[in-house]
């Protein structure tokens, strides 16, 4: 399948829902490669069990091992996940992230929880495909249809819930998205061969309690991972109120599909620190979700950076602290109307300007672990402020009650399955959105790798200061070779600066 790009020189082809590239994938389990974790699942047909690539086991034979594109592939063909290395729990797959077809955008919903909320029809709605085109070209690329798909996803979000809080078994099954305590009980055993109570059981043995309330989890990634920028420039735009930094964990709100959240974050050397306080337990899948997409946990980062260093500019740059990655968002409509709010004025006033909207339309939200008082505004709330109170010029009004009214009415979509280019040809056609607000927003909302602002003061400054081309239109026809990772190359650029969006504070 020609769609199918491996980074890590590797490019599997499937046959029959199964990978059949076998001698570089074989190599990939032999060698215990943790950098292929998500990118495919390796099945014993002796055992009838799938781990990742980098299970610590001794590899099977083989002639007894099968490749799957896809957990749910595997979990469909009849195999269970290993108890050892966890392959429901590996990171996702970089390919959903620098893609925008209808899998990826489909891949992207399904995280997001559309098929648990709306079913399979409202997937394919979402989309603007028939349920059965949906259904076929999932088949065809990851040998599972979007039942399958959201089913692995509700088994992992089970055994999260098992493992890490109190809830009664009963209150697990239908907070993970099932509709009936036995097929939550059928699919936990057919999953993880193992029963609910006994998950519980193993994963309490020498683990220390939680806070009443909260599930801690981890949140695996790709190595190597340089947090600075990537902490540094959400800390430093955050939104008084709505985002904070608090003893050592970034910490921020969360408007979820069935109630809200907080959740507190923080790096560590192999994985980023979670805590999760949820006012309905459902949303728990979706909160982990936007969470990883907004830390850009399932970035390739090998890849990126193996291309982005053929440029010797860039090279020495990443030698330097490799493994940057680009900070999202988990809202992009929140992130959309922040653009227009920073246009042309420096960090602190534009957090200024959120804050007010915060105050003055946010819902108040409690947070006992922090300083965190509201959610961000919704649109249809934003759409009734009156213009006259916002403190910037009438042409700024004019461009952020546009977006607002237009976000506000579903005419533009900024969310996990947006078609990339159609979102950004309707926001470039509304009155004073440029270049530099609709790369920004395709950078960080929509999730683009290849978004690049290159009019970004901090771009062009780093570019004059390596000696780049300073301007827009030569440093464009520079960066085609950075090509698709454009998004992170303006992460690299933006590090050689003096400013705070690069540093972590001291806790």
Same mark, same amino acid.
């Given at each position: 399948?020609?769609?199918?790009?491996?980074?890590?020189?590797?490019? #599997?082809?499937?046959?029959? =829902?199964?990978?059949?590239?076998?001698?570089?994938?074989?190599?990939?389990?032999?060698?215990?490669?943790?950098?292929? =974790?998500?990118?495919?699942?390796?099945?014993?047909?002796?055992?009838?069990?799938?781990?990742?690539?980098?299970?610590?086991?001794?590899?099977?034979?083989?002639?007894?091992?099968?490749?799957?594109?896809?957990?749910?592939?595997?979990?469909?063909?009849?195999?269970?996940?290993?108890?050892?290395?966890? $392959?429901?729990?590996?990171?996702?797959?970089?390919?959903?992230?620098?893609?925008?077809?209808?899998?990826?955008?489909?891949?992207?919903?399904?995280? =997001?929880?559309?098929? !648990?909320?709306?079913?399979?029809?409202?997937?394919?709605?979402?989309?603007?495909?028939?349920?059965?085109?949906?259904?076929?070209?999932?088949?065809?690329?990851?040998?599972?249809?979007?039942?399958?798909?959201?089913?692995?996803?509700?088994?992992?979000?089970?055994?999260?819930?098992?493992?890490?809080?109190?809830?009664?078994?009963?209150?697990? &099954?239908?907070?993970?998205?099932?509709?009936?305590?036995?097929?939550?009980?059928?699919?936990?055993?057919?999953?993880?061969?193992?029963?609910?109570?006994?998950?519980?059981?193993?994963?309490?043995?020498?683990?220390?309690?939680?806070? #009443?309330?909260?599930?801690?989890?981890?949140?695996?990634?790709?190595?190597?991972?340089?947090?600075?920028?990537?902490?540094?420039?959400?800390?430093?735009?955050?939104? $008084?109120?709505?985002?904070?930094?608090?003893?050592?964990?970034?910490?921020?709100?969360?408007?979820?599909?069935?109630?809200?959240?907080?959740?507190?974050?923080?790096?560590?050397?192999?994985?980023?620190?979670?805590?999760?306080?949820?006012?309905?337990?459902? !949303?728990?899948?979706?909160?982990?979700?936007?969470?990883?997409?907004?830390?850009?946990?399932?970035?390739? $980062?090998?890849?990126?950076?193996?291309?982005?260093?053929?440029?010797?500019?860039? &090279?020495?740059?990443?030698?330097?602290?490799?493994?940057?990655?680009?900070?999202?968002?988990?809202?992009?409509?929140?992130?959309?109307?922040?653009?227009?709010?920073?246009?042309?004025?420096?960090?602190?006033?534009?957090?200024?300007?959120?804050?007010?909207?915060?105050?003055?339309?946010?819902?108040?939200?409690? !947070?006992?672990?922090?300083?965190?008082?509201?959610?961000?505004?919704?649109?249809?709330?934003?759409?009734?402020? =009156? #213009?006259?109170?916002? &403190?910037?010029?009438?042409?700024?009004?004019?461009?952020?009650?546009?977006?607002?009214?237009?976000?506000?009415?579903?005419?533009?979509?900024?969310?996990?399955? &947006?078609?990339?280019?159609?979102?950004?040809?309707?926001?470039?056609?509304?009155?004073?959105?440029?270049?530099?607000?609709?790369?920004? @927003?395709?950078?960080?909302?929509?999730?683009? #790798?290849?978004?690049?602002?290159?009019? !970004?003061?901090?771009?062009?400054?780093?570019?004059?200061?390596?000696?780049?081309?300073?301007?827009?239109?030569?440093? @464009?026809?520079?960066?085609?070779?950075?090509?698709?990772?454009?998004?992170?190359?303006?992460?690299?650029?933006?590090?050689?600066?003096?400013?705070?969006?690069?540093? @972590?504070?001291?806790?």
């Amino acid at each position: 399948m020609s769609q199918i790009r491996w980074k890590v020189s590797v490019r #599997p082809v499937m046959l029959d =829902d199964v990978y059949e590239c076998v001698e570089r994938c074989v190599r990939a389990v032999q060698s215990k490669d943790a950098r292929f =974790d998500g990118w495919f699942f390796t099945a014993v047909l002796t055992t009838r069990i799938y781990c990742r690539p980098s299970c610590p086991v001794v590899p099977p034979k083989v002639e007894n091992m099968r490749f799957y594109p896809s957990a749910a592939a595997a979990q469909q063909a009849g195999f269970r996940a290993c108890k050892r290395c966890r $392959p429901d729990a590996s990171p996702g797959s970089p390919e959903w992230n620098d893609r925008a077809d209808v899998v990826a955008r489909a891949m992207r919903l399904i995280a =997001d929880g559309v098929v !648990d909320r709306d079913g399979v029809p409202g997937l394919a709605t979402q989309l603007g495909y028939s349920v059965r085109q949906v259904q076929r070209q999932l088949l065809a690329e990851l040998g599972a249809g979007p039942l399958a798909l959201a089913r692995a996803q509700r088994a992992q979000t089970a055994r999260l819930l098992i493992e890490t809080s109190e809830l009664r078994m009963a209150d697990v &099954a239908f907070a993970a998205g099932f509709s009936s305590v036995r097929a939550f009980n059928e699919t936990v055993q057919d999953v993880f061969a193992l029963s609910p109570t006994e998950l519980r059981g193993r994963a309490k043995r020498g683990a220390p309690p939680a806070a #009443p309330g909260t599930i801690a989890l981890r949140l695996p990634f790709r190595a190597p991972l340089t947090p600075d920028n990537l902490f540094g420039h959400l800390i430093a735009t955050g939104v $008084p109120g709505v985002e904070e930094w608090h003893n050592g964990f970034y910490r921020r709100t969360l408007r979820l599909p069935h109630g809200h959240g907080v959740v507190s974050l923080k790096p560590m050397p192999d994985h980023i620190a979670c805590q999760l306080s949820l006012t309905d337990q459902r !949303d728990l899948a979706i909160a982990i979700s936007r969470c990883r997409r907004m830390l850009d946990l399932d970035a390739d $980062p090998i890849a990126v950076d193996e291309q982005l260093r053929t440029d010797p500019v860039l &090279a020495p740059l990443i030698a330097k602290a490799p493994g940057r990655r680009v900070p999202r968002t988990v809202d992009g409509a929140e992130f959309a109307v922040r653009a227009v709010l920073g246009q042309q004025v420096s960090t602190a006033a534009a957090r200024t300007h959120a804050s007010r909207l915060v105050q003055a339309y946010g819902e108040p939200v409690e !947070d006992p672990g922090g300083g965190l008082t509201h959610l961000f505004p919704r649109m249809d709330a934003l759409a009734g402020l =009156d #213009p006259e109170t916002l &403190a910037f010029p009438k042409s700024r009004r004019t461009t952020l009650t546009t977006l607002i009214a237009t976000l506000a009415a579903g005419e533009i979509d900024l969310g996990a399955g &947006a078609d990339w280019d159609q979102a950004r040809e309707q926001l470039a056609a509304l009155p004073g959105i440029g270049p530099w607000t609709v790369e920004s @927003i395709a950078m960080r909302a929509l999730g683009d #790798p290849d978004a690049f602002v290159a009019s !970004d003061l901090g771009v062009r400054y780093a570019a004059r200061d390596l000696g780049l081309p300073e301007s827009p239109k030569p440093l @464009i026809e520079h960066a085609r070779a950075w090509r698709p990772w454009r998004a992170y190359a303006v992460q690299y650029l933006w590090a050689t600066g003096d400013h705070a969006i690069n540093t @972590i504070p001291a806790e």
